[in-house]
């Protein structure tokens, strides 16, 4: 198994407090991605990391901020949690850039927002 | 928005029989995966196939692509109840980077 550690597993927490989600690896990957899992949608891009400070945006970036200061961690921060982050998290670690490699998935952290 | 969507969302076999699912997807691609993802676990790259192929196969695994149909079916042999889980198809909607969009899943449900 790839070497990819997410904290917290699970969190409840109120609307409008700050989250921050933790990934973890072991690999020394080079790409990290914060996807967002929802009934009825599948798997969603939130931010995506190429580099030690590098991140862009993903398809449902709206609400969220990621910060990567080292090539092992990516962190992921609701700032001020709303109900419709509710959702289970899932990091992922992907060693190539190029289009044909494939992703390694964590354990996922399931948020509820109240 | 969805690249893919599976078909059917949820299918229920016997051990033995065989599992077809299907995705469609809507813009190009370079490559197409499937990934699984077992009850409350993180997902598992099962196969990818590039848009020059038209049909892999690994193990029991079976898969097609038929890029005209924006089209691609995983069909999972001789079924066992290990395979309950959900499948997921994933393009990279010919981003050139590794910024895979899932389509909805396939719940799968193996029965003895």
């Known amino acids: 198994d790839a070497g990819i550690t997410q904290s917290p597993r699970h969190k409840v927490t109120e609307t409008g407090t700050p989250v921050t989600l933790r990934c973890h690896q072991t690999e020394n990957h080079r790409y990290m991605y914060w996807y967002r899992q929802d009934p009825g949608h599948g798997l969603r891009l939130i931010h995506y990391s190429y580099g030690v400070k590098d991140t862009d945006k993903g398809e449902v970036s709206d609400g969220y901020s990621v910060s990567r200061s080292k090539t092992e961690d990516f962190l992921l921060t609701l700032e001020s949690a709303t109900s419709s982050q509710t959702s289970v998290y899932f990091c992922a670690i992907s060693a190539s850039a190029s289009n044909t490699g494939e992703l390694f998935f964590g354990e996922g952290s399931r948020l509820t927002v109240l | 928005s969805q690249q893919g969507e599976e078909d059917p969302q949820a299918l229920s076999i016997q051990e033995g029989e065989n599992a077809t699912m299907n995705c469609s997807y809507k813009t190009s691609i370079n490559n197409l995966q499937w990934y699984r993802q077992n009850s409350g676990r993180g997902l598992v790259h099962l196969i990818l196939i590039r848009s020059n192929e038209r049909e892999k196969h690994s193990g029991r695994l079976r898969v097609t692509l038929d890029t005209s149909k924006k089209s691609s079916s995983l069909l999972i042999t001789a079924s066992r109840a290990a395979d309950t889980a959900s499948y997921f198809c994933?393009?990279?909607?010919?981003?050139?980077?590794?910024?895979?969009?899932f389509g909805t899943g396939t719940r799968l449900l193996v029965s003895p």
């Open positions: 994933a393009t990279d909607a010919n981003t050139g980077f590794q910024k895979l969009v």
